[in-house]
């Protein structure tokens, strides 16, 4: 796959996805789940609690499993050569496995934010004629009903709402309580806190 392509690549609108193929997608991840039936999850702690095996503690792991096949003595009772074998191919198999679904998932989550951002910025387009003067009275239901659901206010707009109509900045509101006493509070103390 090439690496030189733009950082958004271009979604035209006509894409689809039939239902038929939307089941044959679920159908190939369900028996993904059917061939790994020994996938687990763990927990974030259970994640930092467990060795990383990376390109040089494979490589230290490949040669623990050749030393073990040439003296299988050396391991505990509770192991064998076939065991250690396996245990270093099944990595092998899931980093592959791994891999390859991560680039899918990579594709799968760009291209849905990419189509999700071209239909809302379409549902926006949609939304403004609807209250254009061309609209008119018909569409004004439809145009109060898309309001509702759109819901997003400038800031502009948020600050006009604090503000008088004559434009003056609207006093502070007076706090129901006295502010407390600055001296219960280090300057130390409140510089410390972290950032939320």
């Keep these: 796959m090439s690496t030189n392509q733009p950082d958004v690549s271009p979604v035209p609108f006509n894409a689809t996805l039939s239902q038929a193929g939307l089941d044959a997608v679920m159908t190939s991840i369900a028996t993904i789940r059917q061939h790994l039936p020994f996938l687990i ?16 503690t494979h490589a230290f792991v490949k040669k623990a499993v050749d030393i073990a096949a040439q003296h299988p003595d050396i391991l505990p009772a509770s192991h064998s050569v076939e065991d250690v074998r396996n245990s270093a191919e099944l990595f092998q198999s899931m980093a592959t496995i791994r891999l390859a679904l991560e680039q899918l998932s990579s594709q799968v989550y760009d291209t849905t934010l990419k189509v999700g ?12 004629a609807t209250k254009s003067p061309i609209a008119g009275p018909r569409l004004s239901t439809a ?6 659901r759109y819901g997003r206010k400038t800031r502009a707009a948020t600050a006009a709402a604090k503000s008088p109509a ?22 130390a103390s ?7």
């Design 41 to 56: 999850d763990l927990t974030a702690t259970g994640r930092k609690s467990l060795s990383k095996l990376g390109d040089k």
């Design 117 to 128: 951002s071209d239909a809302y910025a379409l549902a926006r387009t949609i939304y403004a």
């Design 143 to 148: 145009a109060d009903n898309l309001g509702r």
């Design 166 to 187: 004559n434009g003056t900045p609207a006093p502070p509101e007076t706090p129901s309580t006295p502010p407390p006493s600055t001296a219960s509070t280090s300057p």
């Design 190 to 196: 409140t510089a410390s806190q972290p950032h939320a």
